[in-house]
Each structure stands twice: as structure tokens, then as C-alpha cells.
């Protein structure tokens, strides 16, 4: 299938899905499906012209399936998070080729970018106007997925020098842009330099409340880890900005529990209230500090709950804000295999005894097992774990996967004193 076809048929997919709700809670079958049908990059080269970051400066071209790939993943963050999708513009793509080789002639990322010497004066104006209005990023390789790559790392906006403002996320859910562009290019140090245009304001009658990250429903845990933080960006029109006094309380079913003060910048980790002017509102920034716990990272079966006390709406009247998170994996997760507890047992005629069994890893799919005992005359166990003893003799309790791993306990049931 041609890549622009296959591109609209995203569009239009992602389109429908966000038609549910401006706030759909998506299921782990949709996220599944929406990433799944993003266009895959090219296996080969992603450039229709080669950019050039030395004198004669050329900005090249991207593919059409390059950037296909670059905003399925944009648009697909935004379905996530309810917003109405993007689409690509061959102007914006322009200044960002120009951006790109601009910053690989410099070798290093700069919003405000200077002039070298050797460069023309209006190939320098469309590269700033990229640089200065577009999320930038450096990578130390290039590959296929490069593109890609750098819009998901726009998304999770790594590192500590964005923590308190987390403004390559809030420009790339900004639900006020219609349009973006991208830009690659390769210095010749070996480093490759990913722009995105990102101050596009062509849906200033955008419907929304509020941009949350990792957002309500179906989360991909492959986009979230410890060291990122959660966000949440309130529509000014929908909120009570001049009462804006929220706590945030964010917990996890296992019994995980953090508490912030986003305005007091105290908590459980590091929070902030940043107001400045990146994407459409002031933003809710919270990271929880894992030190001293057991958790490794965001993984799926994780349920996380998000409140925000503390918040006015536009009347002026008190609202909590409060939403559901369910990490789930972009890719099916299978058991590998089941742990039973006790592995031996003895039993009389008439004692019960309840199992428990455990599927790994704890992130997969369906953690359901099926039991079963090889001598029902001897033992019986039911469908959560509970064993019967009936008569005296050996069998076996087994707990089963779905997709057949399985463990034993190995029973033996005995003669009591009172039943010979």
C-alpha cells in the first residue's frame, strides 16, 4: 500500500477512536491497534535528498514514509491523551530540514542557534525559525526508527533540565497545533540532530479540559519509567487560574503512596506548578521518589490513581480532579510460568487447604490459572485455590495458565484417627 494512503487510513483511525470522547479511557486492545498501526520507517534510507551540514549547505528531504512514521507516533500520543490529531505540513518540513542542518553544522542543540559564517542568510532564517519555534534533540547514532525515536523522546522529555517545565511535552500535546514538521540531519561527528516544529496554533477553537500524562485508561507502560515524571496541563477557559492551590496524591494498588504540593514545589519526590507560556496551559509536574521501595519501573497490571485536590472550575466552585491510570504493554505479554505454593502437602479426609500460585512475569497478559487435581476421589480443589481432601490417597493439584505453563503440589491425603 502506497505510504500516503497508508498514512490517511492512520489519520482517519485515530480520528474515529478520539471521536469516543475528549477524554476516552482507551482499552489495552485499542492502544494495542492504534500502535500497531503506525507506519513503519524505512528500512533503508530515510532521506529523498541528502542534507548536507558543511558549505555548500543543502537541506535535503525526508521521505514521506520517514514522516509518516514520526507523526503516527505524535498522533497517536495525542488519541491517547484525547486530543485531535495532527497532520504534517510541507512548510514546517522545510524550516525543519533547514533547522536540522543547523544544528549539525554546530554540533550541539540551541533553540537560539547562531549563524555560522559560511551559511546563507535565508537558508540561516528558515533554520531559525525552526530551532526557535520547533522541540530539538541530539542523538549520538542514527538508525531508521531515528525519527521516531525523537518523538517519543519529546514526549517522555527526558532529563532534569526540562523536569520543572516539561516543555517538549506540553508543545507536543498542544491541543491548540494542527500542524507540525520534522527535520533530520548528521553532523559530521557522527551525531544525528531531530527537529519537530511545534508552535503551530491553526486549532485555537480546540475542546478540551485538560491534558493528562500518562492519561486516563490504557497507558503504554513502554512510555513512562521511574525517572519520568507525571503532568498535568489545565485549560485556563475550564479552571479557576487565580485559585489554582492543588496537592496531588498518587498511588498504586500494590499500596505505593506519594503526596505533593506542586505551588510549595514539597512532597514525595519532586513537584512543581510551572505557568510559563509553553503549549496552552500552566502545568501540574510531579515525580515520585522510589528510593526505598520495591519498585523497578512502570509495567503492565500496574493500576495507578491520580487526585488533585484543591482545584476551582471556571465558576469558582471546588472540583477534584481525580483519574484512573492502567499500565499496559504496546505488545502481548505471555506467562512463562507458574509458581504454586505449598509445592508438598498432607492432608485428612475432610481438611481443606488454601493454595495460592503466582504467574510470571507479573506483567503478563492474563495472570488467571485454571485448577485441577489428577484424582478428584482423592482431593477436589475449586476454582480459587481451595482443596478438599475426601479420601485417603496421592495426588496432584495443578494450577494452569492459559497458554500452558503450569506447576504441582504433590498431595497426600491419610487416614486420620477418627476415620480409619
Avoid at 502481548?332 to 492432608?347: F, K, M, R, Y
Amino acid at each position: 500500500m502506497p505510504s500516503f494512503r497508508k498514512t490517511a487510513l492512520v489519520t482517519a483511525l485515530l480520528i474515529l477512536l478520539a471521536a469516543k470522547s475528549a477524554q476516552a479511557a482507551h482499552t489495552r486492545d485499542e492502544v494495542r491497534a492504534a500502535w500497531a498501526a503506525i507506519p513503519a520507517a524505512p528500512e533503508d534510507t530515510l532521506f529523498a535528498q541528502v542534507p548536507a551540514a558543511e558549505a555548500p549547505y543543502a537541506e535535503g528531504a525526508l521521505r514521506e514514509e520517514a514522516k509518516a512514521g514520526a507523526l503516527g507516533v505524535l498522533n497517536f500520543a495525542r488519541w491517547l491523551t484525547g486530543l485531535e490529531p495532527v497532520t504534517d505540513s510541507g512548510i514546517y518540513d522545510y524550516q525543519c530540514q533547514h533547522g536540522a542542518v543547523l544544528l549539525a553544522a554546530l554540533d550541539y542543540v540551541d533553540h537560539d542557534a547562531p549563524r555560522p559564517e559560511d551559511m546563507d542568510r535565508n537558508f540561516y532564517d528558515s533554520a531559525h525559525i525552526a530551532t526557535s519555534s520547533g522541540c530539538i534533540a541530539r542523538f549520538n547514532w542514527t538508525r531508521p526508527s531515528i525519527l521516531r525515536e525523537g518523538v517519543e523522546y519529546f514526549l517522555r522529555d527526558d532529563g532534569d533540565a526540562n523536569l520543572s517545565t516539561l516543555g517538549h511535552r506540553r508543545w507536543a500535546l498542544d491541543p491548540l497545533m494542527a500542524a507540525t514538521g520534522f527535520g533530520l540531519a548528521g553532523s559530521e561527528s557522527g551525531n544525528s540532530y531531530v527537529v519537530m516544529y511545534a508552535h503551530d496554533l491553526g486549532n485555537p477553537d480546540a475542546e478540551w479540559d485538560r491534558v493528562c500524562w500518562p492519561c486516563e485508561g490504557a497507558f503504554p507502560a513502554e512510555l513512562m519509567h521511574d525517572h519520568l515524571a507525571w503532568s498535568v496541563t489545565l485549560n485556563p477557559a475550564a479552571w479557576d487560574m487565580s485559585a489554582l492551590a492543588p496537592t496531588v496524591t498518587l498511588s498504586e494498588a500494590s499500596g505505593l503512596f506519594f503526596s505533593f504540593n506542586p505551588a510549595e514545589g514539597t512532597g514525595d519526590g519532586f513537584c512543581a506548578l510551572n505557568a510559563e507560556g509553553y503549549g496552552a496551559g500552566p502545568c501540574l509536574i510531579f515525580r515520585p521518589d522510589f528510593t526505598g521501595t520495591d519498585f523497578t519501573d512502570y509495567q503492565q497490571n500496574q493500576c495507578w490513581t491520580v487526585t488533585v485536590d484543591g482545584l476551582r472550575g471556571a465558576d469558582g466552585a471546588p472540583r477534584l480532579l481525580s483519574y484512573r491510570v492502567d499500565m499496559v504493554s504496546l505488545v502481548p505479554q505471555d506467562a512463562v510460568n507458574v509458581e504454586i505454593t505449598p509445592l508438598e502437602a498432607s492432608l485428612a479426609p475432610g481438611d481443606t487447604l488454601a493454595m495460592s500460585c503466582a504467574v510470571v512475569p507479573a506483567y503478563a497478559d492474563d495472570l488467571s490459572v485454571t485448577w485441577r487435581s489428577t484424582d478428584p476421589s482423592v482431593a477436589t480443589v475449586d476454582a480459587a485455590g481451595t482443596v478438599t481432601a475426601l479420601a485417603p490417597g496421592d495426588c496432584e493439584i495443578i494450577a494452569s495458565a492459559p497458554n500452558g505453563p503450569e506447576d504441582a503440589c504433590r498431595l497426600a491425603v491419610a487416614p486420620s484417627p477418627d476415620h480409619p
